[in-house]
């Protein structure tokens, strides 16, 4: 009875799930890559560079980027941003420096028209989570072109951070938002939404779990030559649910572990990264980028990229020195940087993906230097400048074979995406559907003839 009345309401959420399921496969959610954001960049205007007033009293920096912004050079660095030409902190950019990013990004990435009025946006659904908090709030710019794109571009630090068009909203309304429960009233309280998935999900496997119990118990092909002793649609929600039971409970319960409930699969701290690539004094940033601007280095980003604790820049794919010369990563000082980590068992260079450093709808750099440390950790490096890209530890490995195989079944290698992979999750979709929707069908005919013989028998008042 609790099977069957849970599966009801349940079962619809399931069979939403399922179908949206279905358009992910093909669509996804709309977000704007650094590689993308950065081909949206006008090249670095040194004519103004470079006064580091407000950083004078900085002596040590993690992340440090040169770029323009609306035809200034400035200095993103841990957070902050520098107006290189003023010297000053930028908190906060006008209408008309945003107006200035949004159509420079347009004109990159071939986004025909011009941008509307802007319009002051907190939170709406396309910048919903949290991963928009520091760049609140937004410029957003309608542009009339024939995709009918938005641009948002954040008021806080002048970065475009989302790009979405007409297509791709509706796309993703029937694919990533339902999937996700990504409701912008929803999902604007972080900790309420990840509670509402992890529960619901839990209820799923329950749900699946006790389905799957029932319909073996049933299952009789020993006894006699019938596979299920019922009819109609009790027949086909049995043999459907049999089918594809075990394939629903393994969608459920990865989705679950997507949520990586009660942080069981949270990663530890590792300092071994900045252990190889050693510390930086901002002193050294701002000689460094003098010397970029003397040297009239073209690009539309630098990037701070220290190895073995001496600087280095990386402009626009190119690995330059402090002094600005070129100043190519070989594979001897890449391996001799790795050792800085500690015990390493293995390392070089791989051509090809492998099970924990792969683009199954994103794109990865590639070739990538492979480091494996005698603890099983994997550190995967940017050939061209050093820099980890990813980490394989202990918690990642869970991850792919607890959540992203399961749930993708992307685990074949040459069968893990493209049109057959499509074609062949499509398929198992609409069967795991078929045996959810003949069990809400047939609990909500139950429900309401039980309902209907509950009221008839209700005694009349009066």
């Not at 694919?175 to 992890?198: M, S």
Request: hydrophobic residues 45%; contains cysteine; charged residues 20%.
């Amino acid at each position: 009875m609790t099977h069957r009345y849970l599966g009801v309401v349940m079962g619809l959420l399931m069979l939403l799930w399922f179908a949206s399921g279905i358009v992910m496969l093909f669509v996804h959610w709309p977000e704007v890559s650094d590689v993308e954001r950065a081909k949206g960049l006008a090249p670095i205007s040194w004519a103004q560079c470079c006064r580091f007033g407000e950083t004078q009293n900085v002596q040590q920096v993690d992340h440090a980027t040169v770029e323009d912004l609306a035809g200034r050079p400035v200095l993103r660095f841990d957070g902050g941003v520098i107006d290189l030409a003023t010297g000053q902190a930028i908190h906060r950019i006008s209408s008309v420096e945003a107006t200035a990013v949004a159509t420079t990004y347009a004109r990159a990435h071939g986004i025909a028209g011009r941008p509307g009025a802007p319009e002051a946006v907190e939170r709406d659904q396309w910048t919903v989570t949290g991963y928009f908090n520091k760049r609140r709030p937004f410029y957003l710019f309608h542009f009339d072109d024939p995709a009918r794109t938005d641009v948002y571009v954040s008021a806080h630090t002048g970065a475009v951070s989302q790009v979405v068009t007409a297509r791709e909203k509706v796309l993703n309304w029937l694919g990533p938002i339902p999937h996700w429960l990504y409701f912008e009233g929803l999902r604007a309280d972080t900790r309420l939404w990840a509670q509402v998935v992890i529960w619901t999900s839990i209820v799923g496997v329950f749900l699946t779990v006790t389905g799957l119990y029932l319909g073996v118990v049933a299952w009789r092909p020993w006894r006699d030559a019938r596979l299920t002793p019922f009819r109609g649609w009790m027949a086909w929600h049995h043999l459907t649910g049999l089918a594809a039971g075990v394939l629903t409970l393994t969608w459920v319960a990865s989705g679950l572990v997507s949520m990586n409930p009660w942080g069981f699969l949270e990663s530890a701290p590792d300092e071994r990264p900045e252990q190889m690539t050693g510390f930086v004094a901002f002193g050294d940033v701002r000689q460094a980028i003098r010397a970029a601007r003397a040297e009239g280095v073209v690009a539309r980003r630098i990037t701070i990229a220290p190895l073995a604790g001496t600087l280095f820049l990386m402009a626009d794919g190119r690995r330059l020195d402090a002094a600005a010369k070129l100043a190519p990563l070989d594979q001897r000082a890449l391996a001799e940087a790795s050792q800085r980590m500690g015990a390493v068992g293995s390392q070089g260079l791989i051509t090809e993906e492998d099970a924990y450093y792969f683009g199954h709808h994103e794109t990865v750099t590639l070739p990538v230097w492979r480091v494996q440390m005698a603890d099983g950790v994997r550190f995967y490096l940017d050939p061209a400048s050093g820099q980890v890209l990813a980490r394989a530890d202990a918690a990642r490995r869970g991850f792919r074979w607890l959540f992203e195989a399961p749930h993708r079944m992307d685990f074949i290698r040459g069968f893990d995406r493209g049109g057959g992979w499509a074609a062949a999750m499509t398929a198992l979709l609409v069967l795991a559907g078929a045996g959810v929707a003949t069990g809400v069908w047939l609990g909500w005919r139950r429900a309401r003839s039980d309902l209907t013989r509950l009221t008839k028998k209700a005694p009349k008042l009066g």
